[in-house]
């Protein structure tokens, strides 16, 4: 938040109630200082001390939504110029380019199959972009229509046409679409359809001069829900200007407030992949892509998980009973942490091996096995409880488990208090299949 503890402390009532799950009123500030606390637990604030703490806290890159339901698409919201200083708070958009002149159906169709799984998590791409090549408002609105109906993602209308974006509006506005092409020749048409139909504006520029002018000229008509593009295409100035613009809203430029796009343009697969990375390592709320070739969506995908990861927040999988093969009541039973590296090792080395079986990822806040032993988050306690929990007993005959090596030590106390027999398993999941054919008897 941009006020420190103290300032936001005068604000709120003072009550020590405690409802908000922090001992004092004080504690609480310091929580919403870092960032760690939400102004809407407190039930007591006087709405004039929300409106001015929400004012002095709002992200100084405001935060927009596109689409409605599951695959609603929110970017912006960002805070830091580097990643480290705290973290990047919404992904980069990937918007696939859909022309009027294609079969729009057949490459909405496989823009839907760009779906991957990475560390047991789910990702695709965003949006899709349909682009009125043709300059016809009749097919722009009918191809707009066939990709509605095909998408899995919200859409992106792509025209400097006020005639075609509204009959497009007419057929997908309730989806919540972004309409990107308010320019200086046609602002004020585009701003009229964007609050009528209550959808996020895309605003280009010539430069980045133009584009603050021209945000100032649509933020006078009274609309603010906007996503800005400085119109450069050449990698060089697109990196130039996004770093600019990021900088200047950081500094409270207010016509730079609002999440960023850029559009790759590149002919060559090869290049156009680069470009793309530069732009979602550099600040871009929505990439405009033109392939749909899982090829070059991948990379992407994988590149924009690293980049907006929490540094402060190691990837975790989900603490619960994981199978691998087709376990039975004779099946070994493993158990290593919730950090998605940790359990995705044990996991590939037990398939490796043609191993049937249980893994109980512990919930360590994602932290490693030897990390979380040491900072007492990974103990005979917690897989006490989490064998409990699974009711494991009910699930296999044999009342063995079997815990990494390098946590030996905590074998004696396991047996103790969970009544199962601890089998102390090699140090490094590699050695897992030939542990099994040499120690497992079940």
Known sequence: MGLTGLAIFKQLPKTNCKECGHPTCLAFAMALASGKASLESCPHVSDEAKEALDSASAPPIASVKIGTGDNELTIGGETVLFRHEKRFENMTGIAICVSDNEDVAAKVEDVNKLVFDRVGQTHNVNLVAVKNDSGDAGKFAEAVKAAQDKSNFPLMLITEDPAAAEKALEVCASGKPMLYGATSDNYEAMTELAKKNEVVLGVRGNDLNSLADLVEKIQELGYKQLVIDSGSRELNKVLADQTQMRRQALRKFRPFGYPTMTVVENDDPIQAVADASVYIGKYSGIVVYPSADPAEILPLVTLRLNIYTDPQKPIAVE????????????????????????????????????????????????????????????????????????????KVNHNTVIIPGGVAVLSGKLEEISGWKVMVGPRESTGIPSFMKQRWNA
């Open 319 to 394: 603490s619960k009973v994981h199978e691998v093969g087709t376990p039975d009541e004779n099946s070994p039973v493993f158990v290593t942490t919730n950090f998605s590296l940790s359990y995705f090792c044990v996991e590939g080395d037990v398939e490796a091996g043609r191993i049937s079986g249980y893994i109980l990822p512990v919930d360590t806040d994602g932290i490693s096995v030897l990390t979380g032993w040491a900072a007492g988050k990974f103990t005979p306690e917690k897989i006490t409880d989490m064998l409990k929990e699974t009711g494991m007993a009910d």
